[in-house]
């Protein structure tokens, strides 16, 4: 079966500070990847996507990056960190051919 | 381009009552629908989804939702709910040729005794 990681869970940064999420995805190939935030009280916004190795999409201009160094790894990146990148951030996978989207334990940012 | 509303964002009802939780998509082309259910700080949790067929879905826990192309709508539903339905539920939708989920802004349910 199938499984995602996510890590940290939780990550308290200062302004100013780097940030790297990773996210994994176990028992499949070729999956897209997909990173959103959920900041308080709003819903899902869609940050960076990916069908392949090295191929990332952005959806919203910001203040983050991804990249996808290996088939199964996602990696959400910040060089400085700001307040509003504060959120609950969420790693997803469906199968290359799926219609199903899948989704990670999260990781909590509070920068401060 | 897609895109998904959720009318309320909390819905307060008591155990044992019936509720429908309503979503609402634009769409130029057919579309995928689904249903997610969030835990505090956990991720999304599939709780059904329409892909073509029947216009019912039926999903876990008892929920179930029905496709309305002629309303662009997708509500929830579920007969009688307990406790423990207490969640966010989140409407998705996802073209038929696109990589990208959409998701609405989430409608809190709130269960009480």
Redesign the interface.
């Known amino acids: 079966s199938q499984t995602i990681h ?1 890590w940290p869970a939780t990550l308290v940064q200062p302004v100013g500070s780097p940030l790297s999420l990773e996210c994994t995805v176990e028992g499949t190939s070729n999956p ?1 990847l ?1 990173w ?1 935030r959920q900041a308080a009280g ?3 916004q ?1 940050l960076f ?1 990916s ?1 392949g190795i090295g191929q990332i ?1 952005s ?1 919203v201009p910001q203040n983050l990056s991804a990249s996808r160094p290996q088939d199964r790894q996602f990696i959400l990146s910040s060089k400085k960190l700001l307040l509003s990148d504060s959120g609950f951030y ?1 790693c ?1 996978w469906i199968r290359s051919s799926g ?8 990781s ?1 940012l509070t920068v401060v | 381009a897609q895109s998904v509303t959720q009318l309320d964002s909390q819905v307060p009802v008591f155990e044992e009552a019936p509720v429908e939780l309503r979503c609402n998509y634009s769409s130029s082309v057919s579309v995928y629908l689904f249903w997610y259910v969030q835990y505090p700080n956990q991720g999304l949790q599939l709780l059904l989804k329409y892909l073509s067929g029947s216009t019912l879905v039926k999903g876990i826990n008892g929920f179930e939702a029905e496709f309305n192309k002629s309303q662009t709508s997708f509500h929830l539903r579920k007969p009688s709910v307990h406790i423990s339905d207490t969640a966010e539920y989140f409407c998705a939708v996802r073209g038929f040729n696109f990589n990208k989920f959409y998701f609405g802004s989430g409608t809190k349910l709130n269960v009480k005794p």
């Open positions: 996510q897209n997909y959103y709003r819903g899902l869609l996507y069908v999409s959806e969420l997803a219609n199903t989207i899948y989704f990670g334990e999260g909590w």
